[in-house]
């Protein structure tokens, strides 16, 4: 049986662009255990298509994908494993899918984060910072910087580590106690 | 006599429901002394409403709520005492107060820059980055974000500790010498 | 012959009125070599003019500025020398210069990077980081956001050197082994 040297549950936060999923996948491919990408994403238009086919390009063999934009919890409880790391990109666009299928917002946060404890294996969660712009204009959007404000703080709570990625270079906001 | 642990002046900075307030919050309500809450909040819409519902019933008792949108030096003055801890939530709100009321914005902020040394007691203040975005469409939202970050710099170079908190965790940018 | 103690390539990053310019015209003023300031803004609008006047203003004597705002890579190689520092302000305008211009992105970005680590001299590139507000509704304000964050990424792999700004406030990304 192969010795894992990641935390239970890593949070990489970042802005677009940042890099934060290539680091996450290198956390992962750190680690001699099973890799599942966990693509919270649908290829529904044009640009997320294009952006999921870098992700793919980029990332090498021996990864496994799984997709679902929306029930996240039931994939991670039924995924996780002692032989396998999983990798979640990312927490901010399943947001924005719960919202769009009007899900209870507040409920599947408190599912998901109620659920990181007892997984029985450890777990990459990517999420974009969004909330370091000015003001949006439109209702919508200052709900949704809100809602993904308090899931990254919640996420963030139950992680036992958490790192910022800006420009490609982590820097560490929380470290798992030695 | 109390004893304090905190700094004569704190700037928390941070962004959209990054957990700056409740960071701000914890810091203040470890020091012994009196606990005051500057509101520079007006309840005039829903939305600001709600949130200044949420962030009282978030502190607990033993706080005293001072509400003050635009002269926030001559409350600063007037507050501050040895036996007492005043946090400034937000300066980011108060600057906007400013603006809507046709003040100088740069004689207003050179006003709170230059009272904070000489205060009787300490002072955390919690402000907003929003300088990390895509440049706004508009000139109004350009000048509010150039003013923000002027005011935050201003504050940051008096301030003894400044903070910056994501996701809800803290990071340091400025220690008080020891 | 004068000796630096500067890394040969510092990316200064931070957000819009973050004093990342000020900061980084500092270091260059902490070297004892002949100052360059490589100013990629042309004075077309307003607004932008007013902003070089005031950083015209703020830099002292000592200072020689050249004006680039294309082939950023062919006067780093013509300037750069033993005996001067060369700020570049800054990359985020260099790159909406080249959109605006209809150059290929990718090949400048390329070719800026490949330069960096044969110049004859120390250089300072200060740049925004643009990816931390919410999605932009506009597709080339997206399309920008990548590219900048792509930028970003690129330069500071190449860089020895890489501070985040923050209200004035240096954060070290990454640091020249020592």
Known sequence: MTSLSIPPVTLVLG????????HAEKL????????????????GDGEMAERINRHRE???DGWRTVEEPLDLTAVLQAETSAN???LVDCLTLWLSNILFAELDVEHE????VECLPGLAGPVVLVSNE???GIVPDNALARRFRDDAGRLNQAVAAAADSV??????????????SA
């Open 15 to 22: 802005g677009a662009r940042s890099g934060k999923s290539a």
């Open 28 to 43: 992962v491919e750190g680690q001699p255990a099973g890799w599942i990408y966990l693509a919270t994403a649908t290829a």
């Open 58 to 60: 980029r990332r090498g």
């Open 84 to 86: 396998s790391v999983i």
């Open 109 to 112: 946060i408190k599912r998901l």
């Open 130 to 132: 969004v909330g370091l």
């Open 163 to 176: 790192i910022f990625v800006a420009a490609g270079l982590p820097l560490s906001l929380k470290q798992p």
